[in-house]
Every structure is written in C-alpha cells, then in structure tokens.
C-alpha cells in the first residue's frame, strides 16, 4: 500500500515542482520596489484576517481610564492592595485620560561580538544611513528597549522586526511583551535572541523596521533603521 501511495504521488510532484518553478520565475520578474509594498499589504492583509477571526463574536466592554478603574472598586480592600501593589504610587499621577501611551525611551544592542550600546529614541535623523550597529556573520544579539507605560494599562503590547536586503525581505520576526500598567521607574525589555546570517551573500547591510502594536492595535511606535554584517576574521 504505501509503494503504491508513493506511485500516484510521483506525477503531483512533478507538477508542485513545475508551479513552483513558473511562481519563482514571476516573482523574480517583478520590479524590487513593488515587492515590497506588496510584503507590506500581505503582512496588513494577514494580519486583519487574523484579527478578524480572533474577535468574532466578541464585544469589548467601555474603556474606563484608569483612575476610574481604581476609584471603581475602592470600598474593596483586596482589591484596593492589589491595585496598589501594581501601580505603586503612580496613582496621584493619574489625569483620567483613557487611552495608554507607550514612550521608548532608548534602544540597545547585546552582543557577544560587541559590548551593549544603546542610542536615545527619537534617533539622531543625521546618522547617516541609521546604521545602529555592525555585527559580524554567524553572531548572536538581542535588541534591549526601555519604555515607560502612561495614563492607562496596556494590553498585549506586542512586536514585529522586519529586516530587508537589496529591497527583498530576508526576515520577519514576531513576539509578545506582555502587559504593563503604568508606573514611575521604565520598564527594561529583552527581546528574543537572533543570529546573523553567514556566508558572502549575507555580508553587506541591512535595512529594518520595527514596530510596536497593542491589542487594539494601537500603533506605539514604529522605528526604521540599519545594520551591517561583515565578514568574520
């Protein structure tokens, strides 16, 4: 039975290949630049299919800023140390405004082939190209940010780091930060650890962006930007 299975399978594979072949030959036929607008609008279009089908059927209640949350259940005690407990002192800061904001202030870099650095955000626009770091081939880093949560918790902060190459996109990665109510002190987040490719072909620079959404897809930040990768003597 399963030489058998494996008989019929040999003329549909033989066909995969052929339509694999003529797509590869059209997608290398498209001008660079049309590429990747189209990477851009199938990451949208994915993303609100996704979307779409994750909140079916569900309906959000109000959105109640969070000293209205706070002053919601104050007659409940354990409710009341518990909200303390996670906000800090950070309630007197409170101005009743019901959309979070998320503030960035610096990005950084942890490397095993350099020592951390970290540059402000906004970036300094007159680096020029927004070439942050240079990292050679085959090394393991993680990007370090620090950001401060304003007026109300943020849901589901999460991120997308999408790396192209000569205008055709190499990369795309993909996580969940988690949840943070506002407070005094910035919060410190590692994202998850990369390696850079190797090989001649994967020396040269790199362009990025990454971009930093909500689950009410709230667009926090986005920041574009570059690296090298160099040969490893």
């Not at 299919?49 to 005690?77: H, M, T």
């Not at 927004?130 to 849901?155: D, M, P």
């Not at 902060?157 to 190499?170: E, P």
């Not at 410190?188 to 959404?213: M, Q």
């Amino acid at each position: 039975m399963e030489s058998g299975k494996r008989a019929e399978a040999g003329p549909s594979a033989g066909v995969s290949e052929d339509k694999q072949q003529r797509e590869e030959r059209e997608m290398s036929e498209k001008p660079l630049a049309d590429e990747v607008c189209d990477d851009h609008e199938d990451d949208d279009d994915d993303d609100k299919k996704d979307g779409a089908g994750a909140l079916a059927g569900f309906v959000p209640g109000p959105l109640l800023s969070l000293k209205e949350q706070i002053e919601k259940d104050k007659d409940d005690d354990s409710l009341r140390r518990w909200k303390e407990k996670l906000l800090g002192c950070v309630e007197e800061d409170l101005n009743g405004q019901m959309e979070p904001e998320v503030k960035f202030h610096s990005i950084g870099i942890i490397s095993n082939d350099l020592e951390e650095v970290s540059y402000p955000l906004p970036l300094d626009l007159n680096r020029e190209g927004l070439v942050l770091f240079t990292l050679k081939e085959g090394s393991r880093y993680q990007l370090k940010l620090t950001f401060s949560v304003l007026h109300n918790i943020v849901s589901g902060l999460t991120y997308s780091n999408t790396v192209w190459k000569a205008g055709l996109k190499v990369d795309q990665n993909k996580g969940m930060l988690g949840t943070f109510a506002p407070q005094r002190e910035p919060y410190v987040h590692v994202l998850d650890e990369e390696t850079t490719p190797s090989g001649v072909l994967a020396r040269g620079i790199y362009s990025a962006n990454l971009k930093f959404e909500d689950d009410d897809r709230r667009c926090h930040m986005e920041l574009k930007y570059a690296f090298e990768i160099k040969k490893n003597s």
